[in-house]
């Protein structure tokens, strides 16, 4: 009997020591949880299917990456106001590769033919599956005439899944509520860098420079035209082609660098959209782009380069290639910004392009009222 007593009498210490311990550092334990629910809550993962993930990434994010097997698979790892970002690329990511479990998803994909939507469109139709997945926000490599009604569904305000896109180009879907522009940036597909700007420090030789494909019946043709009708040979580098070149070499996409980075301005004519990498890559060089303000195709908003000017990039905007043959025939070009200012100007768009996206998904994914 007096044993029995005195095991109980012990179970109770033991029983009530532990009450103690428990009230003494619930408060801890309490915070302790919460912070590590919230550190795992503000985890977002963004799968690039598209070349812009890359610019996004490496040249808007500033993210480190990790490239395995020959870029089969990319990946990469950044924290950014609170939150962690995780980015899978590479084309050993497939749906059922990457993560099942992802709650908190950036999405970036290519729509800018009909092909490329379809593949597109797959991916989409694939997040419905994953019962897991909160919030989802996609990057769109949109259609060059801004013909993109095929993602409209899919958005939460129609019904669909995606909380917030970011799409590239003029388009009208564009609301700065559900749908926001997103820049083009420059041709990470063709191997062009991240430019390290100390590289820069050089004199400019060439007053201008256009080095691109040719389309027939286009401005681009326009251009060239008009150039091989005045007396710039000398102080400008012109080098065109017929035919459109997906791929660069190392000794194409040096020369390109090159030339750009002692231009002092680069002559930037429409393709098939005025917004082209040639655009933002000149821009990263220190030379100034020239375009000709032009109507715009198919349904992109008029008048063109919303974003950008926007941002208020340092852009010399003419009315016709004739009057920028006759600014470049001054003896003395008086160029709006230096070099050193345009630079400082590209440091700065990127770093505002990134707040404005973690603010955007930071309200979308995590404060939504």
């Known amino acids: 009997m007096y044993k029995r007593l005195l095991k109980f009498i012990s ?3 033991i029983l009530l020591v532990f009450t103690l311990f428990l009230l003494t550092n619930f408060s801890n334990l309490k915070a302790y949880l919460r912070g590590k629910t919230k550190i795992e809550d503000r985890r977002v993962q963004i799968w690039s299917k598209a070349a812009i993930g890359q610019y996004l990434w490496s040249h808007i994010l500033n993210g480190s990456l990790e490239v395995v097997n020959n870029g089969f698979y990319q990946n990469g790892n950044v924290s950014i106001s609170g939150m962690t970002f995780d980015y899978f690329s590479g084309p ?13 998803l950036i999405l970036v994909l ?23 997945l909160r919030k989802l926000a ?27 896109l970011f799409i590239v180009y003029d388009s009208p879907l564009v609301d700065d509520e559900e749908v926001f522009q997103w820049p083009l940036g420059v041709a990470t ?7 390290d ?11 201008c420079n256009f080095i691109g494909t040719v389309y027939k019946n286009s401005s681009r043709e326009k251009l060239v035209e008009a150039l091989n009708k005045s007396h710039l040979s000398k ?18 996409l040096n020369k390109y660098i090159n030339i750009l980075s002692r231009s002092f301005l680069t002559l930037s004519p429409a393709g098939k959209n005025p917004e082209c990498y040639r655009l933002y890559e000149a821009i990263s060089l220190g030379s100034v782009p020239v375009v000709v303000m032009e109507p715009p195709q198919g349904r992109c908003v008029n008048p063109p380069l ?48 990134a707040t404005a996206l973690i603010n955007k998904i930071e309200h979308k994914f995590f404060n939504p009222f």
Do not use: M
């Not at 580098?237 to 000794?251: H, M």
């Open 11 to 13: 179970l109770l210490y």
């Open 92 to 104: 050993g990511y497939i749906q059922t590769t990457l993560p099942q479990n992802v709650r908190y």
């Open 110 to 132: 290519n729509g800018r033919t009909s092909e490329h939507s379809l593949k597109a469109l797959e991916w989409l139709e694939y997040l419905y599956r994953l019962q897991a």
């Open 138 to 164: 996609v990057i769109l490599l949109g259609n060059e005439g801004c013909e993109d009604d095929w993602i409209v569904k899919h958005l939460k305000s129609k019904g669909g899944i995606i909380d917030v």
């Open 189 to 195: 597909y063709r191997g062009f860098p991240n430019v």
């Open 197 to 207: 700007t100390s590289y820069l420090k050089v004199a400019r030789k060439y007053t």
């Open 235 to 252: 102080k400008c580098y012109v080098e065109s082609r017929e035919r459109w070149l997906p791929n660069e070499t190392e000794e194409s």
């Open 306 to 353: 919303r974003l950008l000017f926007r941002y208020n990039a340092p852009i010399i905007k003419l009315s016709s290639w004739d009057e920028a043959i006759r600014l470049l025939a001054k003896t003395n070009l008086d160029l709006p910004i230096t070099s050193v200012e345009l630079l400082a100007w590209y440091a700065s768009f990127k770093k505002q392009i």
